[in-house]
């Protein structure tokens, strides 16, 4: 036994070779191309840079080269760069939780140029002569002085050239190029300043101008569909702050790749977040699309650990609830006042795409990194700064960018001018600069459930029925219904049992007065049917279904006073831009829109 156990090891303990040692630390930080392209874009972007160039071969897999504008390394330092653990950025254990530059751990020149061919040549603007460095696999190969542009430019070739079984995970070139391209967007979206050029050899993939303000910023870069389905938030807490953007909810994707989060200025991939965010688009989207945002949070270093991560991608919060309740705030205040809006909005410069954004590989792949302690443990004691200071993190919104006007103006539903009902259905509306049909089912479901949902004495006004009803079930309809007779009395629904397999329900809520109650619990049963289903939920589900069973159909007359009636309970609840089940309630149809159908624009 033990001889197979101990066939072909050394059962000596050895310290690893440098060479291996280092390749494997490597490893962690440098998983694939766009893994190298993160780290010098935010070396450049640290450096100060303005203007950055990156070209891709083979996707990336086979060069990558990044020019930028930036600091410049001095001559002396330009091989010190290349040791592990060398930065500029911090010197104590202290300052790494004070971190507000990308980098810090000094660990990214030397894993990439671990694991491939790096030249680089560097000169600072006082500087007469720059700097040329070629390190591989670890070695410097040359260093000397060159003649160069002010900034630096390095060049990576041999890509995983010593390690080919990593080279053999690689994806397709094109795969390889959309985690490039994807990385790029989601490190420059918060910097206006920096204007980038991403080209493949000739082809040019992405121009991404400067921009003033952090809404262009995000249009130029999540999709100029967004433009007009952009709503700010703001929300603080002691010590915290967030704000950005959030699509409204009339807008949507069908994966959760636009959702962008920054902490402390640092792009990061986090399940918390992205869950708070979910949690607030709850019945407000339908099943399987996901809302874009780009949200900030601004928190005092101390209170979040960025050194959770090989790359930095994930953080670990001290106050996890904290942070969900500061989102849930923020975008609940957002989402809720959701209205149609009037006029239409300044055109403005657009980045030029020249590959489908479908086709970007998902940052998911990025995040295949395993957790790693590292000098974590060595975190001081929390005591370092009381949380209550207001932060000071030397990058508030308004110095990245000019704060952007809002270009639409929300207007109240009373205040649209009704011009009539079309098919039964669709109400018609029009407001300056605009023309607004309301889905009158739709409206009236998201009315029903906001009025259900949160009436002032805690449950829905019950009226009995002057004829109780009496419902023979199913056995197993029967057991369901009498398991969740408080659930429905919460709901305003009073039913008990009446013989073997019967119920009788004795009263529904004041506002489903008049609908068909044989109906009305039929339904709510086939809503919670599902064992699954948490007690949450499904007080959420008896509330939707009896929102629509409570709603005017499609296909029904409507008069003039019940459209009036209608137009000001949408004004009186929140989340008026959706039915339950995320369906809208409302379509725009801005003058310029329809300029364009009449070709006139
Ligand atoms: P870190 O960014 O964590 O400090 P790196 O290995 O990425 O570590 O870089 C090491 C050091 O090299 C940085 O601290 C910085 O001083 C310098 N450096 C790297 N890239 C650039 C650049 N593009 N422009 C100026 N200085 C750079
Ligand atoms: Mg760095």
Not at 173 to 199: K, M, N, S, W, Y
Request: with cysteine.
């Amino acid at each position: 036994m033990e001889k197979i156990v101990n066939r072909g090891l050394t059962q000596r303990i050895t310290v690893l070779p440098h060479e291996v040692a280092s390749k494997i630390a490597a490893g962690e930080v440098i998983e694939r191309p766009s893994s190298i392209v993160k780290e010098l874009l935010e070396n450049a972007i640290d450096a100060g840079a303005t203007d950055v160039a990156v070209d891709l071969r083979g996707g990336g897999k086979e060069a990558i080269r990044i020019a930028d504008n930036g600091s410049g390394i001095s001559p002396q330092e330009v091989a010190v760069a290349f040791e592990r653990h060398a930065t500029s950025k911090i010197l104590t254990v202290a300052d790494l939780y004070g971190v507000r530059s990308f980098g810090f751990r000094g660990e990214a020149l030397p894993s990439i140029a671990a694991v491939s061919r790096v030249e680089m040549a560097t000169r600072r603007r006082d500087d007469v002569e720059g700097t040329r460095i070629v390190v591989e696999n670890g070695a410097v190969l040359e260093n000397e002085a060159v003649g160069c542009p002010e900034g630096t430019t390095i060049a990576v070739s041999r890509i995983f050239g010593s390690l080919p079984v990593r080279r053999k995970f690689l994806r397709q070139d094109a795969t390889e190029q959309g985690h490039c391209l994807d990385i790029i967007v989601r490190v420059l979206l918060p910097h206006g300043r920096v204007r980038a050029r991403v080209t493949a050899g000739e082809r040019t993939l992405l121009e991404v101008p400067r921009t003033e303000t952090l809404r262009d910023r995000i249009v130029l870069l999540l999709g100029s569909d967004l433009r007009n389905h952009l709503i700010p938030v703001e929300a603080g807490a002691p010590g915290m702050r967030l704000w950005g953007f959030v699509s409204r909810p009339d807008f949507t994707r069908s994966s959760t790749r636009s959702l962008f989060f920054y902490v402390n200025g640092r792009y990061v991939r986090d399940a918390l977040l992205s869950q708070a965010v979910m949690n607030a688009y709850r019945n407000l989207l339908e099943a399987r699309k996901y809302p874009a945002c780009a949200v900030f949070l601004e928190m005092p270093p101390e209170t979040i650990d960025v050194n959770v991560h090989p790359a930095k991608l994930e953080v670990r919060f001290r106050r996890p609830q904290d942070v969900r309740e500061l989102i849930r705030q923020g975008l609940v205040e957002a989402l809720s006042g959701v209205r149609p809006a009037a006029g239409s909005p300044p055109a403005s410069g657009m980045a030029r795409w020249q590959v489908a954004p479908g086709r970007f590989g998902t940052a998911e792949a990025l995040l295949r990194y395993s957790l790693s302690a590292g000098i974590a443990a060595h975190r001081p004691s929390p005591s370092v700064r009381p949380l209550e200071d207001v932060p000071d993190f030397g990058t508030e919104p308004e110095e990245l960018f000019t704060q952007g006007a809002s270009p639409r103006r929300p207007i109240a539903f009373s205040s649209l001018e009704y011009l009539g009902q079309v098919e039964a259905t669709y109400l018609v509306f029009a407001a300056p600069g605009t023309m607004i049909l309301i889905d009158q089912h739709a409206a009236h479901e998201r009315i029903l459930y906001e009025s259900l949902r949160a009436p002032r004495g805690g449950r829905p006004e019950a009226q009995s029925l002057l004829i109780p009803e009496i419902m023979e079930l199913s056995p197993g309809d029967f057991q369901l219904l009498a398991a969740s007779r408080d659930l429905l009395l919460e709901a305003g629904v009073e039913v008990e049992p009446f013989g073997e397999n019967t119920a009788v329900v004795k009263s529904v809520p004041a506002l489903l007065a008049d609908t068909d109650v044989r109906a009305l619990v039929r339904e709510i049963l086939d809503g919670i049917s599902d064992s699954g289903i948490p007690q949450d939920e499904k007080r959420n589900r008896i509330l939707i279904r009896m929102a629509c069973r409570g709603a005017v159909k499609a296909r029904q007359v409507l008069a003039v006073d019940e459209v009036r009636r209608m137009c000001r309970d949408l004004d009186s609840i929140p989340f008026a831009s959706n039915c339950p089940h995320g369906r809208p309630v409302f379509v725009e149809f801005p003058a310029t829109t329809i300029e364009r159908m009449f070709k006139r624009a």
